[in-house]
C-alpha cells in the first residue's frame, strides 16, 4: 500500500521555495505528494521532479489553484468546453514534465459551480466526449486522468460512485481512472462497501479524511466498511490525506477559512500526517496479508 498527502497540509501554494517540504514528507513515511496546480502556481518544475526522484517520492497533481470558471468541460456552451479541454491538457502537460503519475480531480466540471436545475439532456455526453479527449491526451503523455466525486455543495454533475462509473462508462477511455473521497461521499453514500465495489474496475485512489476534514480515524466515516470492502476488490493503490493547514496565512488559519473550512482541525501538518498514517497503516495491517 503507498501512502500520501495533500500539500496544503502543509503550504497554501507550491512553489521552488517550498522543496523542503518534500523532505519533511519523506521523512514522515510517505510514499505520495499531490500538488496543486493552477493559473495562480508558479514554480520551476525540473527542480521539484528532481528532488521527489531524489527522494523517491511519487507525484500526483490536481488543479486546487486558479481555474478560470469559463475552463469548463461540462459547460453549456460549446466555447467554454473547448476552453476548459485546453486548460486542461495545459496542467496535463505540466504533470507530464513532473513526471507525475495522475492528473485527479473533478475535472468533469468546476468544483463550486453548482447549477439548481434539471440538468440538459445531452449534458453527460458532452462532458463525456471531453474527458474522452482529456484520456487520449494524458495517455500520450503518460498521465492517468483520475476523477473524483464530490459532494452536491461543490458540484451538480457527479456525487456518487454509480454516477461516476456511468460517465466513465459513456466516456468509454482505459484512462480514465476514479478516486473515492471519504470526506465528500459521507453526505453522498449510505453504504460505503457498496460504492467502493461499483468503482472497483476502476478505482486507482482513496482520500482518506475524516468528515471533517481532519485526520482520519475517530469520526464518523465508516473506515470499518471502507477497508474491509477495500480488501475484498484487491485495491492496492494510494491512501491520500488531504486538509488545510489551519495555522497559515497572514493570520493564522486564513488559508483554512478561504478554503471553507472552520474548524481548527490541521493547526500542525506534521502531527496531522504522523496520526493519520498511525490509523490507516493499523488499519490495512489488520486486513491485508503481510
Known amino acids: 500500500m503507498h501512502?500520501?498527502?495533500?500539500?496544503?497540509?502543509?503550504?497554501?501554494r507550491w512553489a521552488d521555495d517550498q522543496l523542503h517540504l518534500l523532505d519533511t514528507m519523506h521523512g514522515l513515511g510517505l510514499d505520495l505528494v499531490e500538488l496543486s496546480v493552477g493559473d495562480d502556481v508558479h514554480f520551476t518544475p525540473s527542480k521539484t521532479r528532481q528532488r521527489a526522484e531524489a527522494l523517491g517520492l511519487t507525484l500526483t497533481v490536481g488543479p486546487g489553484g486558479?481555474?478560470?470558471?469559463?475552463?469548463?468541460?461540462?459547460?453549456?456552451?460549446?466555447?467554454?468546453?473547448?476552453?476548459?479541454?485546453?486548460?486542461h491538457q495545459r496542467q496535463v502537460d505540466l504533470a507530464a514534465e513532473l513526471g507525475a503519475v495522475a492528473y485527479a480531480g473533478a475535472l468533469y466540471g468546476h468544483p463550486g459551480v453548482v447549477k439548481?436545475?434539471?440538468?440538459?439532456?445531452?449534458?453527460?455526453?458532452?462532458?463525456?466526449?471531453g474527458l474522452h479527449a482529456l484520456a487520449e491526451y494524458a495517455a500520450a503523455r503518460h498521465v492517468r486522468i483520475v476523477l473524483e466525486p464530490m459532494s452536491h455543495f461543490r458540484t451538480h454533475l457527479v456525487n456518487t460512485a454509480r454516477q461516476l462509473m456511468a460517465l466513465i462508462d459513456l466516456a468509454d477511455h482505459p484512462n480514465l481512472w476514479a478516486l473515492f473521497d471519504t470526506y465528500h461521499l459521507i453526505t453522498e453514500e449510505r453504504d460505503y462497501a457498496a460504492a467502493i465495489r461499483t468503482l472497483a474496475p476502476r478505482l486507482w485512489c482513496v482520500h482518506t479524511c475524516e468528515n471533517d476534514r481532519g485526520a482520519p480515524g475517530g469520526g464518523l466515516v465508516p473506515w470499518?466498511?471502507?477497508?474491509?470492502?477495500?480488501?475484498?476488490?484487491?485495491?492496492?493503490?494510494?491512501?491520500?490525506?488531504?486538509?488545510?493547514?489551519?495555522?497559515?496565512?497572514?493570520?493564522?488559519g486564513d488559508f483554512a477559512y478561504s478554503r471553507g473550512m472552520f474548524h481548527n482541525v490541521c493547526p500542525d501538518g506534521a502531527d496531522f500526517v504522523r496520526t493519520g498514517l498511525e490509523f490507516l497503516r493499523g488499519q490495512v495491517a489488520s486486513r491485508w496479508p503481510i
Open 116 to 129: 439548481r436545475r434539471r440538468p440538459p439532456i445531452d449534458e453527460y455526453a458532452w462532458t463525456a466526449a
Open 66 to 87: 486558479a481555474w478560470p470558471l469559463h475552463c469548463d468541460l461540462s459547460a453549456d456552451d460549446p466555447a467554454e468546453r473547448v476552453a476548459g479541454l485546453a486548460w
Open 3 to 12: 501512502y500520501g498527502a495533500h500539500i496544503y497540509i502543509f503550504t497554501d
Open 224 to 252: 470499518a466498511s471502507l477497508f474491509d470492502s477495500l480488501c475484498e476488490v484487491g485495491f492496492d493503490g494510494p491512501l491520500v490525506m488531504e486538509a488545510y493547514n489551519s495555522s497559515i496565512g497572514v493570520e493564522p
